[in-house]
């Protein structure tokens, strides 16, 4: 049976922030269809791939024409004709024929979505679902999800500094047990929210709108929360945070919007780890700016193995810059976003980068997203242990948790979940 690419088409889809993204659909020679949906990020690393908008006055600059074009074009051309289960292959492709180092021809939300469209294509023509496809013959593993409680920066208008305050529940013993805490904490955080007064809503990825005095006030609100769910902060329930400190911190020097003060490396440093003395934190996410590589270095070995330090915009998904951060023993954790990349097969040799540097891996959404669930198979037929996909609430973000429930269910006795053991555990948990 003829399993080739026969046709590449792309349309204009809209996100959860109501702006236009791609989707793309592969079509193979024996009628076998793969889809798949760019996702958009508004906190971004210098270094990933561009997210191809048109500029001008059509939704507000962020229409998406000429990416589509793209699609329908030169990327339908290359392709036609090529084996979907060659992804490595079809990547290559698409790699050659953008040329540039970060999709900026193309566009990144072009190839990402083809790219896992036809990954996508591959497994339905296999008759399997996709996280069995990339898997092959191997185990596969549920992963421990990462949830936001609450948003901040970029997330919520810069109400505080901290872009994420999420949660990790490391006393679980399934996929569907974590999500029963983390249900819990969430309901408890929006209760004390409307005891305080503060409730205001949620933010971009369904965290609860972040109305603090200062930082430090909203960690302790998310203890609080985790208490009051009834879980031990730290033992069944532990603290991540995403500093995203690229969005505040520039030439070694961090601006706290909230806090009204400016510190210098040292003093951001000296911060984070007063924070790690007096918070149940498990894991800090890009803690210094993307630029700060002595920052990084320097806050890694004060911290030493009391927290797991995640690249995000430090790494942007990439291969290279992951080893030379393992060699310079700058983190210990890399999250993985294929938009970063721009194809599957970058995003792979990321993930494995990481593997090889023993650094924990997370699979991640962004914070424009969709209906699609690509990330959820991705993170395990990978087998990356973890999964961030924002917080408790949007659909958006519930069709990715959902879809993991239905996946373990499916799996039934075999399933393994990866709980606790996918972080890079702090002394004490």
Same mark, same amino acid.
């Given at each position: 049976?003829?399993?080739?690419?026969?046709?590449?088409?792309?349309?204009?889809?809209?996100?959860?922030?109501?702006?236009?993204?791609?989707?793309?659909?592969?079509?193979?020679?024996?009628?076998?269809?793969?889809?798949?949906?760019?996702?958009?990020?508004?906190?971004?690393?210098?270094?990933?791939?561009?997210?191809?908008?048109? +500029?001008?006055?059509?939704?507000?600059?962020?229409?998406?024409?000429?990416?589509?074009?793209?699609?329908?074009?030169?990327?339908?051309?290359?392709?036609?004709? *090529?084996?979907?289960?060659?992804?490595?292959?079809?990547?290559?492709?698409?790699?050659?024929?953008?040329?540039?180092?970060?999709?900026?021809?193309?566009?990144?939300?072009?190839?990402?979505?083809?790219?896992?469209?036809?990954?996508?294509?591959?497994?339905?023509?296999?008759?399997?679902?996709?996280?069995?496809?990339?898997?092959?013959?191997?185990?596969?593993?549920?992963?421990?999800?990462?949830?936001?409680?609450?948003?901040?920066?970029?997330?919520?208008?810069?109400?505080?500094?901290? *872009?994420?305050?999420?949660?990790?529940?490391?006393?679980?013993?399934?996929?569907?047990?974590?999500?029963?805490?983390?249900?819990?904490?969430?309901?408890?955080?929006?209760?004390?929210?409307?005891?305080?007064?503060?409730?205001?809503?949620?933010?971009?990825? +369904?965290?609860?709108?972040?109305?603090?005095?200062?930082?430090?006030?909203?960690?302790?609100?998310?203890?609080?929360?985790?208490?009051?769910?009834?879980?031990?902060?730290?033992?069944?329930?532990?603290?991540?945070?995403?500093?995203?400190?690229?969005?505040?911190?520039?030439?070694?020097?961090?601006?706290?919007?909230?806090?009204?003060?400016?510190?210098?490396?040292?003093?951001?440093?000296?911060?984070?780890?007063?924070?790690?003395?007096?918070?149940?934190?498990?894991?800090?996410?890009?803690?210094?700016?993307?630029?700060?590589?002595?920052?990084?270095?320097?806050?890694?070995?004060?911290?030493?193995?009391?927290?797991?330090?995640?690249?995000?915009?430090?790494?942007?998904?990439?291969?290279?810059?992951?080893? *030379?951060?393992?060699?310079?023993?700058?983190?210990?954790?890399?999250?993985?976003?294929?938009?970063?990349?721009?194809?599957?097969?970058?995003?792979?040799?990321?993930?494995?980068?990481?593997?090889?540097?023993?650094?924990?891996?997370?699979?991640?959404?962004?914070?424009?997203?969709?209906?699609?669930?690509?990330?959820?198979?991705?993170?395990?037929?990978?087998?990356?242990?973890?999964?961030?996909?924002?917080?408790?609430?949007?659909?958006?973000?519930?069709?990715?948790?959902?879809?993991?429930?239905?996946?373990?269910?499916?799996? +039934?006795?075999?399933?393994?979940?990866?709980?606790?053991?996918?972080?890079?555990?702090?002394?004490?948990?």
């Amino acid at each position: 049976m003829n399993h080739a690419i026969a046709r590449v088409g792309a349309r204009r889809v809209w996100d959860s922030r109501g702006r236009p993204t791609l989707e793309a659909e592969v079509v193979l020679a024996n009628g076998a269809m793969g889809r798949a949906i760019a996702p958009a990020g508004v906190s971004r690393g210098s270094r990933e791939a561009i997210d191809l908008r048109d +500029g001008g006055v059509r939704f507000g600059g962020m229409d998406i024409a000429s990416a589509i074009d793209n699609v329908r074009g030169p990327i339908a051309g290359a392709l036609a004709g *090529q084996d979907p289960f060659d992804q490595a292959t079809v990547d290559a492709a698409l790699v050659a024929l953008d040329g540039t180092p970060n999709k900026a021809k193309l566009g990144g939300n072009a190839t990402v979505a083809v790219s896992l469209a036809v990954a996508h294509a591959a497994a339905a023509a296999a008759g399997i679902p996709l996280y069995r496809y990339l898997a092959g013959n191997g185990p596969v593993t549920l992963p421990l999800p990462e949830i936001q409680i609450f948003g901040g920066g970029a997330h919520a208008g810069r109400r505080i500094d901290l *872009q994420d305050l999420m949660v990790l529940p490391v006393g679980a013993t399934s996929f569907a047990h974590a999500l029963d805490m983390i249900a819990e904490v969430y309901r408890a955080a929006g209760e004390l929210m409307r005891d305080a007064g503060n409730l205001a809503g949620v933010a971009d990825e +369904g965290g609860w709108w972040p109305t603090f005095a200062t930082n430090e006030e909203a960690l302790a609100m998310l203890v609080r929360a985790i208490e009051r769910a009834g879980f031990a902060p730290g033992t069944e329930v532990a603290i991540a945070l995403d500093v995203a400190a690229s969005e505040f911190g520039r030439g070694g020097r961090y601006r706290l919007g909230l806090d009204r003060r400016e510190l210098d490396r040292d003093g951001m440093i000296e911060l984070l780890l007063s924070w790690l003395d007096r918070y149940p934190i498990a894991s800090i996410e890009d803690p210094l700016a993307e630029d700060d590589r002595d920052g990084w270095i320097a806050f890694a070995r004060a911290a030493g193995t009391r927290v797991e330090i995640v690249g995000d915009d430090y790494l942007t998904t990439n291969a290279a810059r992951i080893a *030379q951060a393992a060699a310079d023993n700058a983190c210990n954790a890399v999250l993985i976003k294929p938009n970063q990349a721009g194809t599957l097969t970058e995003t792979l040799a990321a993930l494995e980068a990481g593997r090889r540097a023993g650094f924990a891996t997370i699979v991640s959404a962004r914070s424009g997203e969709t209906e699609d669930t690509s990330i959820v198979h991705l993170a395990i037929g990978w087998n990356a242990g973890r999964l961030k996909v924002g917080s408790f609430a949007r659909s958006e973000r519930m069709a990715k948790w959902n879809e993991a429930l239905r996946i373990e269910e499916a799996l +039934g006795v075999s399933a393994v979940f990866a709980g606790r053991g996918a972080l890079t555990l702090p002394r004490g948990l």
